[in-house]
T-cell receptor, first 117, second 115 residues
Framework: NAGVTQTPKFQVLKTGQSMTLQCAQD?????MSWYRQDPGMGLRLIHY???????DQGEVPNGYNVSRSTTEDFPLRLLSAAPSQTSVYFC????????????????FGAGSRLTVL | AQTVTQSQPEMSVQEAETVTLSCTYD???????LFWYKQPPSRQMILVIR??????QNATENRFSVNFQKAAKSFSLKISDSQLGDAAMYFC????????????FGKGTHLIIQP
């Protein structure tokens, strides 16, 4: 099993450019999410999805878009990159079992380091 | 909103000794889950241990154990017989019972193992 696969691992952008961070999982997890990690901080939730066609905002959604057309994929789009979006991005997934889904352990990807100049 | 606080930015321990990492949290919920994740220099997030709030018994995974004090909202991690491979950032995290809003993380504790 590949688990959660993120691409690219590293990316450098110029201010104003757009790009998409890819996330794919092969565990048939309904729940997928994106986090960002900044120096000296824990991970913070950007967006999440509990199934195909369903997405919602997390703690820090501004500047990011997501969509979920399949169970396997959950891409994160930066429409106009800003230096404040320089960070390490993690995708994570888990099973979704309704009201007690908090018990399900999140599996993380290896992270994508993004630098915006 | 829930908050998670790790008051020790950095801890150092001699190899083979025991170290305890502190974590406190704030929530108004009665049912939730707590986690410790390890992040080595490779940056991969690795689950160390999980605790269900409704269980009084403290979770244990080999050399790793927790001291869960629900009334005090405290969730510390004890690492016994520390090994060089334990050196990493350790993050305490909270997840509500519903789970949709994912994990709320503390800022982390950098654990150094002295040989």
């Amino acid at each position: 099993n590949a688990g959660v696969t993120q691409t690219p691992k590293f990316q450098v952008l110029k201010t104003g450019q757009s790009m998409t961070l890819q996330c794919a999982q092969d565990m048939n997890h309904e729940y997928m999410s994106w986090y960002r990690q900044d120096p000296g901080m824990g991970l913070r939730l950007i967006h999440y999805s509990v199934g195909a066609g369903i997405t919602d905002q997390g703690e820090v959604p501004n500047g990011y878009n997501v969509s979920r057309s399949t169970t396997e994929d959950f891409p994160l789009r930066l429409l106009s990159a800003a230096p404040s979006q320089t960070s390490v991005y993690f995708c994570a997934s888990s099973y979704w079992t309704g009201p007690v889904s908090g018990a399900n352990v999140l599996t993380f990807g290896a992270g994508s380091r993004l630098t915006v100049l | 909103a829930q908050t998670v606080t790790q008051s020790q930015p950095e801890m150092s321990v001699q190899e083979a000794e025991t170290v305890t990492l502190s974590c406190t949290y704030d929530t108004s919920e009665s049912d939730y889950y707590l986690f410790w994740y390890k992040q080595p220099p490779s940056r991969q997030m690795i689950l160390v241990i999980r605790q269900e709030a409704y269980k009084q018994q403290n979770a244990t995974e080999n050399r790793f154990s927790v001291n869960f004090q629900k009334a005090a909202k405290s969730f510390s991690l004890k690492i016994s017989d520390s090994q060089l491979g334990d050196a990493a950032m350790y993050f305490c995290a909270y997840r509500s019972s519903g789970g949709a809003d994912g994990l709320t993380f503390g800022k982390g504790t950098h654990l150094i193992i002295q040989p």
